[in-house]
């Protein structure tokens, strides 16, 4: 399952997969404020970077306190094929009404500007805010998707390909269905 389009031209590639094993230079980590590993993609990434992940992150978190809502920071790949790794914390769904779509918006905003700073061409993302946080996937992907289009259209630095690995075939076809109607094709 897999859908690669042209943005800009740049590559946008969806597909079906385990972050955690995609050779790009950064993989996106959905985080929790306080940068441990907790469930889910968080964990897995932790799990599969090894302590170097992990250690760096607690590091960044004495340094800095607990990661706001949006915002970015990158530690190393540590044992994954991926060089970087970049945290981000997306938002909790509470209806709607508390910002979240925004919220959303700024933590793939977020991962794009400290790519385009890093001078990284490829990145992957998984469905941010999708899992245990409750956010519905079909609003989630349409804003994923529009925010990096539109990052991609506007400067992207040297990014040269962003994609979203997916881990159920649920959520993969959420964003292509959402990719179809923000392209015009349905």
């Not at 769904?93 to 779509?101: C, F, Q, R, Y």
Request: aromatic share 6%; proline share 5%; hydrophobic share 40%.
């Amino acid at each position: 399952m897999k859908v690669e389009v042209e943005v800009a031209g740049r590559k946008l590639v969806l597909k079906r997969g385990d972050i955690t094993e995609e050779a790009v230079d950064a993989i996106v980590n959905s985080a929790n404020p306080e940068l441990t590993p907790g469930g889910g993609v968080s964990g897995a990434i932790h799990r599969a970077g090894g302590p170097e992940v992990t250690e760096e992150a607690a590091r960044i978190r004495r340094e800095r306190g607990r990661l706001k809502t949006g915002e970015a920071v990158i530690t190393a790949g540590g044992k994954l094929p991926a060089k970087w790794v970049i945290h981000t914390v997306g938002p909790v769904w509470h209806g709607g009404t508390k910002g979240e779509p925004e919220l959303l918006a700024k933590a793939y905003r977020s991962c794009l500007e400290l790519a385009k700073e890093r001078g990284i061409k490829t990145i992957a993302f998984p469905s941010i805010s999708t899992g245990v946080y409750g956010y519905p996937i079909d609003q989630a992907a349409e804003i994923a998707l529009r925010t990096v289009k539109a990052f991609l259209e506007g400067d992207p630095g040297s990014l040269q390909e962003v994609r979203f690995v997916l881990f159920s075939a649920g959520d993969f076809e959420a964003y292509r269905a959402a990719w179809e109607r923000i392209a015009g094709k349905g």
